[in-house]
């Protein structure tokens, strides 16, 4: 259908809907304004099916908070796409031969749809929610919701489930409810309804209740949320109420209504300067100043900071640099100039410019600027580029090492579930200093059917990361989990590079050794009873004395069984 008003106020006020949380409501009144059936619609109905699915899988916390954030973050992105792409052709009716329009998924039931209805006395279980925000700002109305639902998981469809939602499933309910949103005080807040307080509660869908909620007085104070049962009896023009189903208390704290749209206000310092510039032979300027005491202006009164503060408060002083650009040029550097507009802009691609920028230079920003690009791509490699530039000297170090541990744990979930060469190789690969190999393992041990397969793998890995970064504990590990150690070369080598590793480490390898050793010395005297080494071969016992009082007593076995046979000859 044709829209009543001009497609960029249309889109802008798409968008400020979805800033202000409102992203099912945005694309609810998208879809009411496209012809049915055409392409447009169909695309918002599939992101609405989405946002609906990660309501679903939320609430039955088959996914965590962020990965349910993502999935609507996800929504929103594509929704901001399709807004970008809008054009009025978009809004132009399509054949009458196209399917009828199906709203949102589950949709609401009205009060002018209860004289249709066939109302029943009987009550039935099902869902109640409501969304009330713990924090309110003075004197400015906020959007509370509470909703009604047979079936479960349609109360979960086109509302984002964030911090205020709560739900109290297998409630008593009925096919007439009524919900209040009610200050037990009085004159702490200021609440108009939205919808009639009585609605009809359909099999399918939701039923809801908008309320605008403005604080009177600032501080921590309740809401009561009422639901209750109406039935219908004969002789009564209206629904009575039969009990109530959820009364809850809900905590709402208060505070200044001071936000981004307030303008900036300076505190006095007391002092006054005074600036002179003077050219210098290298065409900079040399600037001298001079303060003195100045009479205090009456302080107003303070407002609470926020995170836009700061932003202002940079707009403003990089709004004098461009008034003032005399004194600016010759005090504030190149680097740090463009790394008050990257920190502006905020996003992966400013900081990872800023990098290319300066990366061969010595800019005080550098280290900030590998590391917030790291912390908004949460991407491995980004890590992996912060720890190499900056390896043991970095301020973020904790903090990075903490997110690489989130990865590896990860990675060892996805080998835990099912086990395969490419995801071990890629452990090793990813984390050359885990010392959790032992888990790899484990995890392979536990699948009999991939033993033979994957072993030599793990073995392969252990070695590998030995190589890598050599440390006790995984040349300990190796030597434990691997007790034919086939590759015990190869490890003592990688040791050996490391000479404060190997100093560690020594005890234990000559141990291994010598084991080694014991077996082979067993087999030496299979072969050779008589050996014309003896000499050497009783050198290599003297490490192991019980070994070697073991082999002597052989070998004096076999000579004298030599010498008795001679005899008899």
């Known amino acids: ?3 009543v008003q001009p497609l960029a106020e249309f889109r802008q006020n798409l968008e400020a809907q979805i800033r202000d949380n409102q992203l099912p409501e945005a694309l609810n009144t998208l879809l009411t304004q496209l012809p049915d059936g055409s392409e447009t619609y169909r695309i918002v109905s599939a992101l609405i099916a989405r946002f609906n699915a990660a309501n679903k899988e939320r609430f039955r916390n088959t996914i965590t908070f962020d990965e349910y954030q993502r999935r609507v973050d996800q929504v929103s992105a594509d929704f901001f796409d399709l ?8 809004f132009e009716d399509v054949p009458a031969s196209a399917p009828a329009r199906q709203g949102l998924a589950g949709g609401k039931a009205t009060t002018g749809e209860a004289g249709e209805a066939d109302i029943r006395k009987a009550t039935k279980k099902g869902s109640v929610l409501y969304r009330v925000p713990n924090l309110m700002r003075l004197q400015k109305p906020s959007r509370c919701t509470i909703r009604v639902a047979v079936d479960e998981e349609a109360i979960l469809e086109n509302i984002v489930l964030d911090e205020h939602v709560e739900i109290k499933s297998r409630i008593e309910i009925s096919d007439v409810m009524s919900a209040e949103l009610l ?11 939205l919808n009639s307080r009585t609605q009809l509660v359909r099999e399918t869908g939701y039923t809801e209740w908008n309320f605008n909620v403005t604080p009177l007085i600032e501080g921590v104070h309740q809401l009561l949320v009422k639901v209750s049962i109406m039935e219908v009896v004969p002789g009564f023009s209206e629904p009575i109420p039969r009990e109530v189903s959820v009364i809850e208390m809900v905590t709402i704290e208060t505070e200044s209504a001071s936000s981004d749209d307030d303008p900036l206000e300076f505190k006095p310092s007391g002092q006054t300067f005074s600036f002179n510039t003077t050219s210098t032979a290298q065409g900079d300027y040399e600037i001298n100043y001079s303060k003195s005491a ?37 005090v504030v550097p ?22 290319e920028e300066y990366h061969n230079t010595g ?66 690969s990813d984390f050359p200093e885990s010392e959790r190999l032992s888990e790899v393992k ?19 890995a252990y070695v590998t990361s030995v190589k890598a970064k050599p440390t006790e504990t995984k040349v300990v590990a190796y030597l434990n989990d691997f007790p034919k150690r086939e590759r015990l070369n190869e490890v003592d080598s990688a040791a050996r590079a490391e000479p404060k590793v190997f100093q560690k480490v020594q005890p234990v390898l000559e141990d291994a050794y010598l084991k080694k050793m014991e077996a082979q010395s067993k087999q030496f005297l299979e072969k050779f009873p008589e050996p014309i080494r003896k000499e050497r071969f009783e050198k290599i016992l003297e490490k192991k004395p019980g070994l070697k009082r073991d082999a002597v007593i052989k070998m004096r076995r076999i000579e004298a069984a030599r010498k008795a046979r001679e005899r008899g000859q």
Do not use: C
């Open 1 to 3: 259908m044709p829209l």
């Open 83 to 90: 807004l970008d792409g809008l054009t009025e052709i978009n």
């Open 183 to 193: 200050d037990p005080v009085g004159g702490t807040f200021q609440i108009s309804a």
């Open 294 to 330: 100045a009479p205090a202006p009456p302080v107003a009164n303070r407002r609470s900071s926020s995170p836009g503060n700061g932003i202002r408060m940079m707009v403003l002083f990089l709004g004098i640099l461009v008034i003032a650009p005399a004194v600016t040029w010759a």
């Open 334 to 355: 190149e680097p740090t100039l463009d790394w008050w507009v990257t920190s502006m802009k905020d996003s992966p691609e400013a900081y990872a410019a800023y990098i």
């Open 363 to 428: 800019s005080p920003h550098l280290e900030k600027a590998f590391f917030y690009k790291a912390e908004a791509t949460n991407n491995l490699a980004d890590l992996r580029a912060y720890q190499e530039r900056f390896w043991q000297s970095g301020k973020f170090e904790s903090k990075v090492i903490s997110k690489i541990a989130v990865h590896e744990n990860k990675s060892l979930e996805n080998i835990r579930a099912r086990p395969d060469s490419l995801k071990i190789r890629k452990f090793v």
């Open 442 to 460: 484990q995890a392979v041990e536990a699948r009999p059917d991939k033993r033979p397969e994957l072993m030599p793998v793990v073995e392969n």
